[in-house]
């Protein structure tokens, strides 16, 4: 069935978009889709945050109700490119500049010493769930104004996310004024452009960084994570609360394999690798060292 044949689909009783509830049995259709895709979990409790999610990609489909969505989805012509925007709907992307700071305070003062110690002279970072992009860029931040006081090291810095809206944002680099708030004032007048024209509300991240990271697509649930040689880095922040334990643990592995022996990964403050039996060492809240 095609978005146009459904926009023409007589209905004896029609309902505005929004009135209408979805089926136990299609939510539970798209709960299982989404969790064999992307991992999250959908429970029944949040049945109507789903609903509501969904709506606009239902009048971009010219569907009547939600339930014709899901027929619409469901076809096996259309779910290999709705599935994308499906997805992209469903994910959850709350971030901010210097989010739980106490981590980049952590990577100044102890990590980066460290590393300059043993004579590492390059960073690979990796953000693994970036979002918009507050992460990656004040990893970037932290990195480059390391660097120019202390003469190195360099850096390079990876951020994927599985939503591709979001990382059209992270791409451009533009963010509303407020968001930037949370960055220090020295940094801001180092890294953040701000526009000439007072009334015009967003400012841009420099060219320098922009330059200093590379955005993909990846999905935490492929078996490997295809990001290069290993990381002496990895962030995944409050990705895994979405998850279910096996599913954690199997996303935990692949992150540890894709660091360096020494190298750091970071989780989010509500998150615990309690009782998985991998090669790191907890150094602080939520960093764990390799090996």
């Given at each position: 069935m095609t978005a146009a044949a459904m926009a023409t689909r007589s209905s004896p009783s029609p309902q505005p978009h929004g009135s209408d509830p979805m089926s136990k049995r299609n939510f539970a259709r798209l709960a299982a889709y989404i969790y064999d895709y992307s991992g999250i979990k959908m429970p029944e409790s949040k049945k109507t945050m789903l609903e509501g999610r969904l709506r606009r990609?239902?009048?971009?489909?010219?569907?009547?109700?939600?339930?014709?969505y899901c027929d619409y989805i469901f076809a096996e012509q259309n779910l290999a490119e709705e599935g994308l925007s499906l997805i992209n709907a469903v994910t959850t992307n709350k971030t901010d500049f210097f989010r739980e700071p106490g981590h980049f305070d952590y990577?100044?003062?102890?990590?980066?010493?460290?590393?300059?110690?043993?004579?590492?002279?390059?960073?690979?970072?990796?953000?693994?769930?970036?979002s918009t992009g507050p992460e990656p860029y004040t990893l970037a931040m932290v990195l480059d104004d390391h660097a120019e006081?202390?003469?190195?090291?360099?850096?390079?810095?990876?951020?994927?996310?599985?939503?591709?809206d979001v990382l059209e944002t992270a791409r451009s680099g533009i963010y509303p004024r407020e968001l930037v708030d949370p960055v220090p004032d020295a940094l801001q007048r180092k890294?953040?452009?701000?526009?000439?024209?007072?009334?015009?509300r967003d400012v841009?991240?420099?060219?320098?960084?922009?330059?200093?990271?590379?955005f993909a697509r990846l999905n935490l649930m492929d078996e490997r994570y295809p990001v290069?040689?290993?990381?002496?880095?990895?962030?995944?922040?409050?990705?895994?609360?979405?998850?279910?334990?096996?599913?954690?643990?199997?996303?935990?592995?692949?992150?540890?394999?894709?660091?360096?022996?020494?190298?750091?990964?970071?989780?989010?403050?509500?998150?615990?690798i309690t009782g998985h039996d991998l090669p790191?060492?907890?150094?602080?809240?939520?960093v764990f060292r390799k090996g």
């Open positions: 990609r239902q009048r971009a489909a010219g569907a009547q109700t939600l339930d014709d990577l100044s003062k102890v990590i980066l010493p460290e590393m300059a110690a043993r004579g590492v002279r390059s960073i690979r970072a990796w953000s693994a769930a970036c006081t202390h003469g190195g090291p360099a850096y390079g810095i990876l951020a994927t996310d599985l939503d591709t890294y953040v452009m701000f526009p000439r024209d007072a009334a015009r841009r991240m420099v060219p320098a960084l922009r330059s200093a990271i590379g290069g040689e290993p990381m002496h880095l990895v962030f995944c922040r409050n990705v895994l609360i979405y998850f279910d334990k096996p599913t954690q643990k199997q996303v935990v592995s692949r992150l540890v394999d894709c660091l360096k022996p020494g190298g750091y990964l970071f989780l989010g403050h509500s998150e615990s790191l060492t907890q150094v602080a809240n939520t």
